[in-house]
C-alpha cells in the first residue's frame, strides 16, 4: 500500500546541504521516492544546548509503500550511515536530523513513534518548509491545513 509521507531533515553540521542531497539519494536507493522538496531554510538552535550553532531545514514529500514503523527503522538508518550516533542526544549539533511529520493521515501513539510529530505546530522551522511543499495538507490531529497552523503560529 502507498502511502503519501512528509518528512524533514535538518542538520548543523558539515556542508548540509550536500548532506541533504545525498540523504535524499540514499532513502530514493532505499524505496522512499521524494516528488517534493521544499527550499532550505535556515533557523536558530531551538531546545539546544547554549552555544548551539544554526540548522538548516527541508521539507520533503514522497510515497512509500512500507509501515510507518519500517519508514522510522530506515530514516534512523540514514542518520547513522550519515553520521549521528544512534544514541545522540535531541539538543546536540548533527549532521542529519530525519523526522516523520505526517504519514498519510494515519495516527500513531505509541512509545517511540508519535504521528503525527508532537511538536510540528509549535516550530517555525517545520511549518515553514512544510508550508512550501503541502499548504493545503490537512492535520489529522488538529484538522486544520498547514496554511491555517501556521497562520495562527505564535
Request: charged fraction near 20%; aromatic fraction near 10%.
Amino acid at each position: 500500500m502507498s502511502t503519501r509521507v512528509y518528512i524533514m531533515f535538518g542538520g548543523n553540521i558539515g556542508n548540509v546541504e550536500a548532506t541533504f542531497a545525498e540523504a535524499e539519494k540514499y532513502l530514493g536507493s532505499h524505496g522512499l521516492h521524494f516528488d517534493q522538496k521544499s527550499s532550505i531554510h535556515p533557523s536558530a538552535a531551538v531546545d539546544c544546548v547554549p552555544g548551539t550553532p544554526d540548522f538548516k531545514d527541508q521539507a520533503l514529500s514522497g510515497i512509500w509503500n512500507g509501515t510507518a514503523r519500517e519508514l522510522l527503522k530506515l530514516l534512523q538508518q540514514t542518520e547513522r550511515y550519515f553520521g549521528r550516533p544512534a544514541n545522540h542526544r535531541s539538543d546536540m549539533s548533527r549532521t542529519l536530523d530525519c523526522d516523520i511529520i505526517f504519514f498519510g493521515n494515519q495516527v500513531v501513539n505509541e512509545p517511540d513513534l508519535i504521528i503525527p510529530h508532537p511538536r510540528m505546530h509549535n516550530r517555525l522551522f517545520v511549518l515553514g518548509p512544510l508550508f512550501e511543499i503541502a499548504p493545503d495538507f490537512i492535520h489529522p490531529v488538529l484538522n486544520r491545513q498547514v496554511s491555517q497552523i501556521l497562520k495562527g503560529y505564535k
